[in-house]
């Protein structure tokens, strides 16, 4: 998941969020790592947003309630189009890891 962020953050695609060009990545292991990423991945976690069975977080699933709702919201401007551009990448990212 750390790989997908990093490529989004040197990525320019259209509407693509300021945060992601401040994320900072660890590569002292064999793959880049963000502990802000991981932080909002566990606070998502802590939260009730999202369920994960296993402590590393391989795969998770969204409250679907909560699903229903960030479903419904319009996204301004081309931050629509970012979006769209991300879950394709994120998409391709986990069907390389299975």
Known sequence: ???AF???????APGKPAFLGH????????YPRSQESSDYIHALHFTGCVGASNPSYDEI???PKLGEL????????DLSK???YAMKQVEAEFANAH
């Open 82 to 84: 970012f979006m769209d």
């Open 61 to 63: 699933s969204l409250n």
């Open 23 to 30: 994320l900072r990545f660890d590569w002292d292991g064999r």
């Open 70 to 77: 960030w479903s419904s919201q319009k996204l301004e401007g």
């Open 6 to 12: 990093l490529r989004l953050r040197e990525e320019n």
């Open 1 to 3: 998941m750390a790989s």
